[in-house]
């Protein structure tokens, strides 16, 4: 997140619109070809605009999304932050298929009752799949809607019946350093680890995160299990979890280790508090060009009507 500058800009911010529209075309087209199939990169062959993968049915939540027009399957895909894999936005696209999928098991432990080992099978199970169109708002300033896949996480936590000591919940992501090249690097203290209070985990909006367009995430979204927390900075929502752990205090997280004056806990979306070196008060969509005027950025990313209550009373200047 230190790169935003440099890194985020892509063809399509700097193309008039018709333009990349017609070259995609074309690339579309050479792809078809089976010589260009030949040379095709594993990135280029990924930045199709149809949704693949595996398909994971889910019943729309009308309540829990918003109305605005989710970005494309293409955006979603191929401009991500993952900086296990590298800290350019196309780096996940182009070297995140190597993670290993299966076997794939999460543990839930620490300050609950009964502590649970569960199979990526089992947890895709575990509670209907709700498809929920929220807004991700990035610390960088820029913004995507994502119609996401998954259920509420308080329905996993219940299952483990929390202790009176478990105030805060950690997410650990995985590593696999043979196939991530940002591990490699040290960009960060690994394993990418975040964390919410107990409150905001067990919160309806708090998104245990399976798909997204109707198949299973891919890779670099977080395959196969994430967590989603949409009043947040995009960063809250740690990717390819492993394990969380319940407990009685709060944990420092990765980007609070690297950065501590510029990430805190709670990192809720507010356009009145600047992050140290650019203001928060607009944001840039996503796909929406590049003469498209920047947006006003929303308190609590547009969610505040749900979540503000749960900071009654906190300086947000001060927690940030
Ligand atoms: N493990 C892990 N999780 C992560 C990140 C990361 O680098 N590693 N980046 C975060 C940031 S900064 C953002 S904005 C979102 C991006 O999610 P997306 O690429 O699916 O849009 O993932 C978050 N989760
Ligand atoms: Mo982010």
Redesign the pocket.
């Known amino acids: 997140?230190h790169h935003t500058w440099k890194t985020d800009t892509r063809p399509s911010d700097i193309t008039p619109e018709a333009v990349w529209r017609e070259r995609r075309r074309f690339l579309r087209q050479a792809a078809l070809a089976p010589l260009a199939l030949g040379v095709m990169s594993r990135a280029g062959a990924a930045s199709n605009d149809a949704p693949s993968g595996p398909v994971l049915a889910a019943r729309k939540n009308a309540r829990w999304s918003v109305d605005d027009p989710p970005n494309s399957w293409r955006d979603?895909?191929t401009?991500?932050?993952?900086?296990?894999?590298g800290t350019g936005k196309g780096d996940?696209a182009r070297y995140a298929d190597k993670l290993r999928l299966t076997p794939w098991t999460v543990r839930v432990d620490g300050a609950v009752r009964r502590p649970l080992t569960l199979d990526i099978d089992a947890l895709r199970k575990l509670a209907p799949q709700e498809e929920r169109i929220y807004r991700?708002?990035?610390?960088?300033a820029w913004s995507?809607v994502?119609p996401w896949i998954g259920y509420p996480l308080a329905q996993l936590l219940k299952q483990a019946e929390p202790t009176e000591d478990a105030r805060y919940a950690v997410f650990t992501?995985?590593v696999q350093a043979d196939v991530m090249p940002?591990v490699q690097e040290g960009i960060?203290d690994w394993?990418?680890v975040?964390g919410l209070r107990l409150d905001e985990a067990m919160h309806p909006l708090t998104l245990l995160t399976f798909g997204?367009y109707g198949h299973e995430?891919p890779a670099?979204?977080?395959a196969p299990m994430?967590v989603i927390i949409p009043w947040k900075?995009?960063?809250?929502?740690?990717?390819?979890?492993v394990r969380i752990h319940l407990q009685a205090t709060q944990p420092t997280t990765?980007w609070m280790r690297a950065a501590p004056q510029e990430y805190g806990f709670y990192a809720n979306v507010n356009p009145a508090v600047p992050h140290p070196r650019w203001s928060q008060a607009t944001e840039r969509r996503i796909g929406s060009g590049f003469f498209a005027a920047r947006i006003p950025t929303l308190p609590f990313n547009g969610y505040a009507q749900d979540v503000a209550g749960l900071y009654q009373g906190m300086d947000l200047v001060r927690n940030f």
């Open positions: 997140m979603i895909t401009y991500n932050n993952f900086y296990e894999f996940p991700l708002r990035c610390v960088e995507m994502i992501s995985v940002g960060l394993p990418y975040e997204l995430l670099q979204d977080g994430r900075y995009g960063f809250k929502s740690g990717k390819s979890l990765s």
